[in-house]
């Protein structure tokens, strides 16, 4: 079975605090993605990674930065948490590019900062 | 650009009663995929079933099916025999043909399904 793991399910953390959400696959997938969903905006990609420290910006970057140090870890780092990031954090991971190839989710991450 | 339009944002199903959940897509690449996913209210996004647009044949997958119509770009989920574990919202999502390989998603359809 494919495995993708988030290390926590919920967190609440304060303002101004630096946050991370670990995320882990089993797959040996080289692509590696963070969303967040909101309600009434749906999904919107963070971050994603292709490759060991290779990474690239997804639509919302801003005040998030990622670290994927080994190809099985992929981290999503909050520099200092605002109450705008409360959000449910979804960590995937597929092989390359390819249409018919498909993205794995993780059981998501559930963060409140207050 | 890619889109994916699901116009239903809740449904209501009898149990036992087959569903049908709309999904229309909007793309300009000949090469594509097309996915469904179910996320439960405890959050986790799990993969339901997959269509190519190269595929001949409707892909199925246990009690769910895709009613794939190319030329009407539409990927409909069929969810037969609906059990009371089916409530839950899902997502109709489109890989995106550019670097990333991102999935871009509808904005979902809450379905209830009725004892």
């Known amino acids: 079975d494919v495995k993708v793991t988030q290390s926590s399910r919920y967190l609440v953390k304060r303002t101004g605090e630096k946050v991370f959400l670990e995320c882990v696959q089993d797959?040996?997938?080289?692509?590696m993605f963070w969303y967040r969903q909101d309600p009434g905006l749906g999904l919107r990609l963070i971050y994603f990674?292709?490759?060991?420290?290779?990474?690239e910006k997804g639509d919302i970057p801003e005040g998030y930065s990622v670290s994927r140090e080994k190809k099985e870890r992929f981290s999503l780092i909050l520099e200092s948490a605002s109450t705008n990031q409360t959000s449910m954090y979804l960590c995937?991971?597929?092989?390359?590019?390819?249409?018919?190839?498909?993205?794995?989710f993780g059981e998501g991450s559930w963060l409140t900062v207050v | 650009a890619q889109k994916i339009t699901q116009t239903q944002p809740g449904m209501f199903v009898q149990e036992k009663e087959a569903v049908t959940l709309d999904c229309t897509y909007d793309?300009?690449?000949?090469?594509?995929?097309l996915f469904w996913y179910k996320q439960p209210s405890s959050g986790e996004m799990i993969f339901l079933i997959y269509?190519?647009?190269?595929?001949?044949q409707n892909a199925t997958e246990g009690r769910y099916s895709l009613n794939f119509q190319k030329a009407r770009k539409s990927a409909n989920l069929v969810i037969s025999a609906s059990q009371l574990g089916d409530s839950a919202m899902y997502f109709c999502?489109?890989?995106?043909?550019?670097?990333?390989?991102?999935?871009?998603f509808g904005q979902g359809t809450t379905l209830q399904v009725k004892p």
């Open positions: 995937a991971s597929s092989f390359p590019t390819g249409s018919g190839n498909t993205i794995y």
């Open positions: 797959m040996d997938h080289e692509n």
């Open positions: 990674s292709y490759d060991v420290k290779m990474k």
């Open positions: 793309t300009s690449d000949p090469s594509y995929g």
């Open positions: 269509q190519g647009s190269y595929d001949q």
């Open positions: 999502a489109m890989r995106d043909s550019g670097n990333t390989g991102k999935l871009i």
